[in-house]
């Protein structure tokens, strides 16, 4: 199977209400504002959406309101993977109905599941589905790493494992990564800073949570890369670094939440075990986006 998911993808946060209820309207609406502002595509209900709090239904219904929204401008990837594989395949099967372009499989977390554990999680939840899948490597979150020759079996063994969100932070491991896989599996920074070395060892772009606010900029940076212009791309690389660092000055997504909000596009707190924003960093922040003359 051959997908192009893009170059950019925005890992979508999700709206709440003041009652912290999903909003499905601002859903749709910062979808629309994603799209014009750079995002090739949209990961809806990965960790940035705070997947670990929605319910299934949760899910469902924003799965289909994005797509309702963007779907056939943009690519539309539903975060399915959890630590359960059973509830990862009914989660996969119940997106594939919405519309969906593909989905995000998280390394199981808490349980700790061996390379021979991941492979079969990850097989059993790709052969349960016709969509194409992307693996989501996040070792810090998940305290598993799911190792290069593992994502190397998994291409070769399934049609529709196609893509890896590679996040652990480890260089030689993307470098592994790309002497393993064919040419046609394409491997996505899983951080924003690592967007452009990862480019320059083989990878096809990034999975983005600073593109909630910079997302223009974001890919003009990729595009520059791709068409040769490594000078250029470095210096929006330093321009952009402090945005890329700020958006983690706490727990992703309380802080590009927090971003949003002060920008005027409302999507809400984050539910607990998050919390909301300490004072002294929204101040951080707001001096970094008026800096950066994103107010």
Known sequence: MTVDFG???TAMVTPFDSNLQVDIEQAKKLARYLVKNGSDGLVVCGTTGESPTLSKDEKIALFKAVVEEVG??????AGTGSYNTAESIALTQAAEKTGIDGVMLVAPYYNKPSQEGLYQHFKAIADST???VMLYNVPGRTSVNILPVTVAQL???????????????????????RSLLPDSFAIYSGDDSLTLPILALGGRGIVSVASHIIGDRIQEMVQAYIKGNVSAASRLHIELFPIFKGMFITTN?????????????????VRLPLHSISDADREKLRKLLSDNNLL
């Open 7 to 9: 170059r950019v993808l």
């Open 72 to 77: 056939g401008e943009a690519v539309v990837i």
């Open 130 to 132: 016709k969509l194409p």
């Open 155 to 177: 291409a070769r063994d399934t049609d529709n494992i196609v893509a890896v969100k590679e996040a652990a932070g480890i260089m030689d491991q993307v470098s592994e990564l």
């Open 253 to 269: 997504p309380v802080a590009v939440k927090a971003a949003l909000n002060l920008k005027g596009i409302k999507v809400g707190g």
